[in-house]
């Protein structure tokens, strides 16, 4: 039973379409994340959500958005991609982070390739 | 801002050496410190999470150790093996930016 699942795993697109990644949680969770992974595989926060409520925006260009129907789900829209949109997308969900025990799960990355 | 890094970038080892693998942060306001495996095209996995109040956590050949004041975290793997080869990264949760800050990731090789 997987805790954090995001879909695709895989995704190759051409320059300039819109596509979703979409986010699953069963954790309970009230807060949940996108990271960015480069090709140096450093982890960068680019969205955080706290019960529905966009937290944080890491000078991410406006051509993510982020989309949350409920506090189990977090999906992240982009639109007219570009080459250096290339790259691993992680999803993940927690407690708030600060308040006390916070531990962290992930999903197991979508791989966007434009081209 | 919570700075995390980590100590060596990349390591290769032979089969059966114990080795240590380490992490810094610079605000020590944290409740806890996250160790991940990430293996080759993978994604996350959890190994240990040490909190606050401990100083120590084990999980078979894993222990990790925290000390707040200093900053510091470290990653003790016993008996090394070939499959534990991928990249470890350790990371911090802190309530400003409400966030996970990541370090930069030690890459292990394993030699057989």
């Known amino acids: 039973d997987t805790a954090v699942s995001q879909t695709p795993k895989y995704l190759v697109t051409q320059m300039g379409n819109d596509k979703s990644i979409k986010c699953e949680q069963n954790l309970g969770h009230d807060t949940m994340y996108w990271y960015k992974q480069d090709s140096k595989k450093f982890l960068k926060i680019m969205f955080s959500y706290n019960n529905k409520e966009l937290i944080i925006n890491e000078t991410v260009p406006n051509r993510f958005s982020p989309k949350s129907p409920d506090k189990a789900h977090l999906n992240l829209h982009i639109n007219s991609l570009e080459l250096g949109d290339s790259a691993v997308y992680f999803c993940?969900?927690?407690?708030?982070?600060?308040?006390?025990?916070?531990?962290?799960?992930f999903g197991q990355g979508t791989r966007l390739t434009v081209v | 801002k919570q700075e995390v890094t980590q100590i060596p970038a990349a390591l290769s080892v032979p089969e059966g050496e114990n080795l240590v693998l380490n992490c810094s942060f610079t605000d020590s306001a944290i409740y806890n410190l996250q160790w991940f495996r990430q293996d080759p095209g993978k994604g996350l996995t959890s190994l240990l999470l040490?909190?606050?109040?401990?100083r120590e956590q084990t999980s078979g050949r894993l222990n990790a150790s925290l000390d707040k004041s200093s900053g510091r975290s470290t990653l003790y793997i016993a008996a090394s093996q070939p499959g534990d080869s991928a990249t470890y990264l350790c990371a911090v949760p802190f309530f400003t930016g409400n966030q996970f800050y990541f370090g930069t990731g030690t890459s292990l090789t394993v030699i057989p």
């Open positions: 993940a969900s927690s407690q708030p982070p600060g308040q006390g025990y916070t531990e962290a799960f």
């Open positions: 040490i909190q606050s109040s401990q």
